[in-house]
């Protein structure tokens, strides 16, 4: 996958999957521009630009996309990667963390959209790849982020509907879990969570930021010239069946 002589967008590029990214598109030949909520998640990558916004902040979002749009012009592909939880259950959250993982998760993430496809359209050129979760396919816990999720998923299905005549693709991918700092809570409370992960998954594993990584890179490239609206799950096989019950239930 060539991505010489073009623009990518990255958000939450100094997390996890996000450096992955922006690692793989710079090896591709790609200029990165990073997005991130400050300045020093991004420090260490090697980008061409980088902007700090805020994604509940739709000042900030809006300063931000100006700023990037005035700095680099109009990317050729935007990869909305940002997102973040820490609500696992309904019950233990209350009605200001709904709306907080909403706004970032979604809201932010509609907003920034907007202000990079209307100049896409104008071009007449553009790739979208949304970064949504299996979170958005069956509930795996975190309800308001799942919820957001599958939002992301009915945004991209309208940007490549309504913006494919204008040469402008959209689409998403859904991990699996992935092993990035997103999880040291939840390891660090009980470390035998990775162990109990890969159990679940018929690969007898959990996904790599890299792996994520690939399928974003070959959804965005010119390989998937024809692919517009669609989601990959890539998730070790999660959402394909239950491995517990096969093994428990059943006994094979």
């Known amino acids: 996958m060539d991505f010489k002589d073009l623009s990518v967008v990255v958000t939450g590029a100094g997390g996890g999957i ?13 200029r990165v521009i990073g997005c991130d909520v400050t300045d020093s998640a991004m420090n260490a990558l090697p980008l061409a630009g980088r902007v700090a916004f805020d994604l509940t902040d739709p000042a900030s979002i809006r300063a931000g996309a100006a700023g990037l749009l005035a700095a680099h012009g109009v990317p050729d592909v935007v990869v909305m990667n940002a997102g973040w939880t820490r609500g ?23 907003r920034l959209t907007h202000a990079f496809l209307a100049p896409m359209r104008a071009r007449g050129a553009g790739a979208f790849v949304f970064v949504s979760s299996v979170n958005a396919l069956a509930h795996f816990g975190n309800p308001a982020y799942a919820a957001a999720k599958a939002g992301i998923l009915a945004l991209m299905r ?11 693709r959209a689409n998403a991918v859904c991990p699996g879990s992935v092993r990035t700092p997103a999880w040291d809570h939840r390891i660090d409370r009980d470390p035998s969570i990775p162990e109990t992960l890969a159990g679940l998954y018929p690969l007898g594993r959990i996904v790599t930021p890299a792996e994520v990584t690939a399928a974003v890179m070959f959804l965005a490239s010119r390989q998937a010239s024809g692919i517009t609206g ?11 069946g239950n491995v517990p019950f096969i093994r428990d239930i059943l006994g094979e």
């Open 18 to 30: 996000g450096a992955a990214l922006v690692t793989g598109f710079g090896a591709a030949g790609a």
């Open 88 to 110: 696992e259950s309904f019950a233990a959250m209350d009605a200001d963390a709904v709306g907080h993982e909403i706004d970032l998760n979604l809201t932010g993430v509609a």
């Open 158 to 168: 309208a940007v490549a509907t309504e913006a494919g005549r204008d040469g402008v």
């Open 230 to 240: 669609q989601t990959l799950a890539v998730d070790a096989g999660l959402t394909a």
